[in-house]
């Protein structure tokens, strides 16, 4: 079974966003982030890696990304 791969945006009441990647190994995490950032406006201040960062990925997965609003219309 493949891991759920999850993004987190986040705004908070100052316009700082928060950006979290979870379920993605090793480096891709940051090739992944780095489309998203571009999509936010390259607004990033500062990384933090987690332990997830540095585990070795299994497969070279196949992704498409599909951004959609979680605002209210």
């Known amino acids: 079974m493949a891991a759920v791969e999850e ?3 986040t705004i908070d009441a100052k316009g700082k966003v928060h ?3 979870r ?3 090793g480096e ?3 090739e992944i982030s780095a489309e998203l950032e571009a999509l936010l ?3 990033l201040e500062d990384r933090h890696l987690t ?3 540095y585990e070795k990925p299994l497969t070279a997965p196949v992704r ?3 951004l959609k609003s979680m605002g209210k219309s």
Do not use: D, Q, R, W
């Open 19 to 21: 950006l979290s990647v």
């Open 28 to 30: 891709t995490c940051l």
């Open 7 to 9: 993004f987190e945006i």
């Open 64 to 66: 498409e990304l599909k």
């Open 23 to 25: 379920g993605v190994p």
């Open 41 to 43: 406006g390259n607004m």
């Open 51 to 53: 332990a997830e960062y």
